[in-house]
């Protein structure tokens, strides 16, 4: 079984149709053949279906109310029991969580105007902007989503930024589908996981019914003109707090590891190698005049 | 004299030609005649203009390095000494602190494929997305910034949001030049002041070499389907870590604004009237069963 794959599927663009569950499942844009989620608790949801099968929800184009399943009738549709966050509850909120871009399809059978005449339409990549529970029209608790599409042009700049980085190791072309905004990556799912996202400066581990968070910050900056790379020795596990910190300057890291500009120390694990260079660079761009004190 | 402005100038959209630098400031998308930067450091920056002054500019269009002012000798404009972060140089971080958008406008004289052929054009609103110290061409310290285009159906979406929300007194239409990412209004950063950017919950205050940061966080959220007002009875002045646990739910705020989900008490000042709805709003969206308790 490959690894769930986040974003647009190769080959098949925004806009292209087909004509049936089974084919969006054979491409890999939608793999499950009847829910209209795909994804698991852990890893996120890669993908929905809308169908017309919720009747909250609401469809403005670039952005989707989505509603969670759950709670119906076998028989009739109708909402008999509220809907818990679990299984593709759960995947879209840890999707939210991680910052994970969302396949879009729509259906004929959707109950609205950008729903295709006939068959589905992959209709391109959407984030998890907000989730929330409400009670649904027929009295039960349900789960909501509110999709915002991913505007293409930050994809395309984002995706020209990591191509164009030649001098460090540049983060691979297919993490182009992740947004700036959210910035996530392999790397920085992975270095969270290392410090069971506990921020390396205060401890702090937030949690969200959806899981812990934690934010993964490069030391040297992604992007033109600093080119710093998405490996694992260019990103810290921090606490939003520590971030903005982290990202004005206000403390940097010496070469032994210790913290200028802060009281405190930073936490390490032995898999965590961070190259000296990447601290230098920090110090150097952000906080010169702890440079030329540490 | 009128507050500043930041955001498109009404009557001059994106494309704008000038002939002079006097007719861009009747119209006042760039009120200096002289200065590349307009704006105060208490305000943040509103507008730059690109007139190949700086040797390390780069000009990618949709990103934009740009180089700060003074260092220079008059005479022969080569870089004599360090920058420092003060007058419009400050303004600029100021803009990014405060999430405010930069109008740009580029000049003839300005040495890119993206200059006018002659006088002046308007090209749009950017953000701040990143500021930097470092030693430029001539060895001296010079501040740099990377700003990167707003793209403009993130504003129209967002414009779209706050004009649809009839039923609560929506965020007004000249606030819609601001992204929905930095979601500034002059109502954030009233909350910010009357805080004087400590959190509510934990008291802390960030601090950066542009000023305290400080988050304003909608108790209910704007946008559809939720259609939250961005007034201060709808608003808090939150760290970072205190927003993220917020909107998910983790805590929230009783009736009498004891804390729900977490210890310690929410400070509130008396200028700061929160809606007991937009409260109950919250516990019955993003944590119901902190609502049955409490």
Redesign the interface.
């Known amino acids: 079984m490959p690894e769930r794959f986040f974003g647009h599927i190769s080959g098949y663009p925004e806009g292209s149709w087909f004509e049936s569950r089974a084919a969006l499942a054979e491409v890999g844009l939608h793999r499950p053949l009847v829910a209209g989620i795909s994804g698991t608790e852990s890893e996120g949801a890669d993908s929905i279906v809308l169908s017309g099968g919720y009747e909250d929800d609401?469809d403005?184009g670039?952005?989707i109310?989505y509603t969670g399943h759950g709670g119906r009738d076998q028989d009739t549709g109708r909402q008999v029991a509220n809907q818990n966050l679990s299984r593709g509850n759960l995947a879209l909120a840890k999707s939210k969580l991680q910052g994970l871009s969302v396949r879009v399809i729509r259906g004929s059978t959707h109950k609205s105007d950008y729903a295709p005449s006939t068959g589905y339409r992959y209709d391109g990549l959407y984030r998890v902007e907000?989730y929330?529970?409400?009670r649904g029209r027929a009295g039960y608790?349900i789960w909501?989503y509110?999709l915002?599409k991913i505007?293409e042009?930050?994809i395309s700049?984002f995706s020209r930024?990591t191509e164009s980085s030649g001098a460090y190791s540049a983060p691979r072309r297919q993490e182009t589908t992740i947004l700036r905004?959210v910035r996530d990556t392999k790397q920085a799912r992975r270095i969270k996981a290392l410090y069971d996202y506990r921020c390396q400066v205060c401890g702090?581990r937030?949690?969200?019914?959806?899981g812990p968070?934690a934010e993964a910050a490069h030391i040297r900056?992604l992007?033109?003109?600093h080119n710093g790379s998405d490996a694992i020795n260019n990103l810290l596990c921090l606490?939003?707090?520590h971030?903005?910190?982290f990202?004005?300057?206000?403390f940097s890291i010496a070469d032994d590891l210790s913290l200028l500009g802060i009281e405190g120390t930073l936490t390490i694990v032995m898999q965590h190698e961070i190259h000296i260079e990447n601290l230098r660079y920090h110090r150097?761009?952000?906080s010169?005049m702890q440079n030329e004190s540490g």
Do not use: F, K
């Open positions: 609401e403005l670039n952005e109310v907000d929330w529970q409400e608790y909501r509110r915002v505007v042009d930050e700049a930024v905004i702090t937030l949690e969200s019914n959806a968070y900056p992007g033109i003109p606490c939003p707090n971030h903005v910190l990202d004005y300057g206000t150097e761009h952000y010169p």
